[in-house]
């Protein structure tokens, strides 16, 4: 008799009732157990999959902007990320919006784990050194280069707008000055970050520099606060100077009266 049905006999009947068996076959969980690996293993990648990698000289992109290319090829490392283009646009917007939350995450609660327990140095290894955030601001350095004038502009724009922890290079904040005046499009979104890095010594002058990408566009936010410096030093009269020189004469005779 087939091991999936049971059969008794009724209490006071000569008849006989099938009974459900009380466990599946081996055979059936095996079954069902490979058709649901099989269905989450669709799923998986029909959602995680993303965009296609770029490759450049058979390398990843990915391998070029987490500096893993960097100590053996430092010279090829700059060559590759000049010739990145717009056919990297979907990968590299894909990466920045999507930054590796997760892992680093996993990493930084290891790095933890490993500093705090002797057992832990003892039996795994020291975990290296955080590269998800060296690539995920690295392809915001080359969105910024690439993405103004196509469909990514506006997002790529508030990922840059969203860094919070740039990396420990010293002119970091310097070069996501150069970053956000790329955005001249949206100098709504751009231009009140850049007015606080005016009162920054480490970004004035750059965020100096950025302004004079927008022009005119950066008169009404410079305007009124170069009118309220006084002192030496005016970086919002300086940048109001480069920008839109006509509005700065008339700041210059504004203050003589």
């Not at 990915?62 to 979907?90: C, I, N, Q, Y």
Request: glycine content about 6%; overall charge positive; proline content about 8%.
């Amino acid at each position: 008799m087939n091991e999936d049905v049971v059969s008794k006999k009724e209490k006071g009947s000569d008849k006989l009732a099938l009974v459900a068996p009380t466990s599946l076959s081996r055979r059936t969980r095996a079954l069902i157990a490979v058709s649901l690996l099989g269905i989450i293993t669709t799923v998986v990648v029909l959602v995680f999959r993303g965009t296609p990698e770029p490759k450049y000289q058979g390398v990843g992109l990915s391998k070029w902007l987490d500096g893993t290319m960097a100590k053996p090829e430092p010279k090829r490392m700059r060559e590759v990320m000049r010739s990145v283009g717009p056919e990297a646009l979907p990968w590299l917007f894909q990466a920045a919006e999507g930054e590796p939350q997760f892992r680093y995450v996993l990493y930084r609660k290891y790095a933890q784990l490993y500093r705090s327990s002797s057992i832990v140095r003892w039996l795994l290894p020291k975990p290296g050194p955080d590269l998800s955030h060296v690539a995920h601001y690295n392809a915001l350095l080359l969105l910024s280069r690439l993405a103004p004038g196509t469909a990514y502009e506006e997002r790529s724009l508030s990922a840059i707008l969203g860094l919070r922890q740039p990396t420990s290079k010293p002119n970091s904040f310097e070069v996501e000055c150069g970053m956000l005046s790329q955005f001249t499009n949206y100098p709504n979104k751009v231009l009140p970050t850049l007015l606080i890095s005016l009162t920054n010594t480490r970004t004035v002058d750059s965020a100096i520099l950025a302004f004079q990408r927008f022009g005119t566009s950066a008169t009404p936010v410079l305007y009124p606060v170069a009118l309220s410096e006084t002192g030496f030093v005016r970086p919002a009269e300086l940048a109001l100077k480069k920008s839109d020189p006509a509005a700065y004469e008339k700041l210059l005779a504004e203050k003589a009266h």
